[in-house]
């Protein structure tokens, strides 16, 4: 029996409509890709993908090819925790890779030491006002002001102004990536202190992102400010009239992303022990191929943390497994425009078999 009588008036309860988790589907996803590539890796160059194949190294998994799939997503996937949040609230950030770079340009002028080699430091920034190996604080700290005003910036356009969010954010996009050029004239900044280089060393990335996924995955789930972000991209008007400030509110959804971008910014920097005004070039549309694939939804209201993450490992396992094929870089390129693209359409199909279902 598929259908159970309940109450009175004859209600019924159909098995086959209960919703299922999305993160379930997503997860399904990333462990059917794996199974391919490691199809394909036997077939094709007789090697697994998932699994070590070498007789001097005593593991099961291929360790080393496990920690770049996390490694190569994890930064990107630090911006992806602040755009999801930006899409469940209804709206979209497309600024987030231009603030990277110009993020990245000016914590690390923040972060230079003094001499390099026993010379002066060739790259150094603003040695005659002293500001060189400062403690490793302020070069965090004025990359996370960088980022959180390009934010707030966003924020207040859309909410008070009532510019579209995808226009308000192609503004700062260009402005941000101006901002990094214009900073350091084109030249990039490099030789940083070791504790800001410490900041980026190793796993550290995948631990920053972890971290943060794990602390908005709560925020977002027990907290006012997640059922709020919720309750706006379900629908902003209900919520206005439910008593949510929705404009202050969409303000800190924004600063929100534009500090995890900076993040992001001062992990990348750190990590390259050098900032470009190129840095975070596609990183926002990554990001937000990350969210959707991860079963947020483009028309707001829907998605969760660990979708986001399990879509950035999607992410992931497509790059790392085109390396292991031994195919050329531009075919990343080609796919990862197609995942954009199939990840809208299969939001639209969610959207429209959750109606179906209505």
């Known amino acids: 029996m598929s259908e159970t009588t309940h109450g009175v008036g004859g209600l019924t309860f159909d098995a086959s409509k209960r919703a299922r988790p999305p993160e379930l589907g997503v997860l399904i996803a990333l462990i059917l890709m794996i199974v391919v590539f490691e199809v394909l ?10 699994f070590n194949t070498r007789d001097n190294v005593d593991t099961l998994f291929n360790e080393p090819r496990l920690k770049i799939i996390i490694l190569q997503v994890a930064i990107v996937g630090i911006i992806a925790l602040g755009v999801t949040q930006v899409i469940i609230s209804g709206g979209i950030d497309l600024s987030s890779g231009s603030v990277v770079g110009a993020t990245a340009m000016i914590a690390m002028s923040f972060a230079q030491v003094a001499t390099v080699n026993g010379n002066p ?20 700290v004025v990359g996370l002001i960088c980022g959180i005003v390009a934010g707030v910036i966003n ?5 008070y ?28 900044i490099s030789f940083p202190t070791d504790s800001y280089a410490a900041i980026g060393k190793g796993m550290m990335p995948v631990a920053i992102f972890v971290a943060l996924a794990i602390l908005f995955h709560f925020v977002m789930k027990y907290t006012v400010y997640g059922k709020h972000t919720y309750a706006i991209g ?15 509110h969409k303000v ?48 707001g209201g829907r998605g969760s943390m660990l979708g986001t993450v399990l879509g950035a490992l999607i992410f992931g396992v497509i790059i790392s497994g085109f390396t292991f094929l ?22 639209q199909w969610r959207q429209s078999r959750n109606a179906a279902r209505m």
């Open 41 to 50: 890796g036997r077939l094709l160059i007789h090697d697994s993908f998932l």
């Open 161 to 188: 102004t009532r510019i579209p969010p995808f226009i308000a954010t192609l503004g700062m996009m260009v402005t941000a990536r101006g901002l990094a050029k214009w900073w350091s004239k084109g030249q990039p």
């Open 326 to 347: 031994r195919l050329d870089a531009y075919y990343q390129e080609m796919v990862k425009g197609a995942i954009i693209v199939g990840a809208v359409v299969l939001d």
């Open 252 to 299: 800190l959804i924004y600063a929100i992303a534009g500090m995890l971008a900076s993040i992001a910014a001062i992990v990348l920097s750190s990590k390259n022990l050098t900032a470009q005004a190129g840095m975070g070039q596609m990183y926002e549309l990554d990001a937000i191929a990350m969210a959707v694939i991860g079963g947020v939804s483009l028309q």
């Open 121 to 140: 430091n060739p790259k150094a920034m603003f040695p005659e006002l002293g500001l060189v190996d400062l403690p490793v604080i302020v070069p965090i």
């Open 234 to 248: 379900s629908n902003e008007d209900a919520a206005r009239m439910s008593g949510i400030k929705v404009a202050r």
């Open 155 to 159: 924020g207040l356009l859309i909410a």
